[in-house]
């Protein structure tokens, strides 16, 4: 049913990856059979714009590389640059750092941080 909504097949690899994006964010909880998570919810279905707002900072605190670069950046200058850097501390490898610190600063921005 959510991958007909999305215009995907279930068994389509584009789904999946979409769908461990969401758990990995911490939207949705599951592995076949799929729920929102409590963060999800108030994200989704917000009581007001406050419990919205507070859901889109914790999907994007939720990554365990973007969760050790915010506690490591926090009151930093904050650039794709030093972002880098915090990621090879946080331990992803060199390759991958560049792709994570744009997906973070994109993350941050539409979540409003």
């Given at each position: 049913?959510?991958?007909?909504?999305?215009?995907?097949?279930?068994?389509?690899?584009?789904?999946?990856?979409?769908?461990?994006?969401?758990?990995?964010?911490?939207?949705?909880?599951?592995?076949?059979?799929?729920?929102?998570?409590?963060?999800?919810?108030?994200?989704?279905?917000?009581?007001?714009?406050?419990?919205k707002?507070?859901?889109?900072?914790?999907?994007?605190?939720?990554?365990?590389?973007?969760?050790?670069?915010?506690?490591?950046?926090?009151?930093?200058?904050?650039?794709?640059?030093?972002?880098?850097?915090?990621?090879?501390?946080?331990?992803?490898?060199a390759?991958?750092?560049?792709?994570?610190?744009?997906?973070?600063?994109?993350?941050?921005?539409?979540?409003?941080?």
């Amino acid at each position: 049913m959510i991958a007909a909504k999305m215009g995907l097949s279930a068994k389509s690899g584009a789904f999946e990856k979409r769908m461990g994006a969401a758990r990995i964010f911490g939207m949705i909880d599951g592995k076949g059979e799929y729920k929102l998570s409590e963060a999800g919810a108030r994200y989704f279905s917000p009581r007001n714009e406050e419990d919205k707002k507070r859901a889109a900072v914790a999907f994007v605190s939720t990554p365990p590389a973007f969760a050790d670069t915010i506690k490591r950046m926090h009151g930093s200058r904050v650039t794709v640059e030093t972002l880098t850097q915090a990621m090879g501390e946080a331990g992803l490898p060199a390759a991958q750092r560049s792709l994570a610190a744009k997906s973070f600063m994109n993350s941050a921005g539409v979540a409003g941080m």
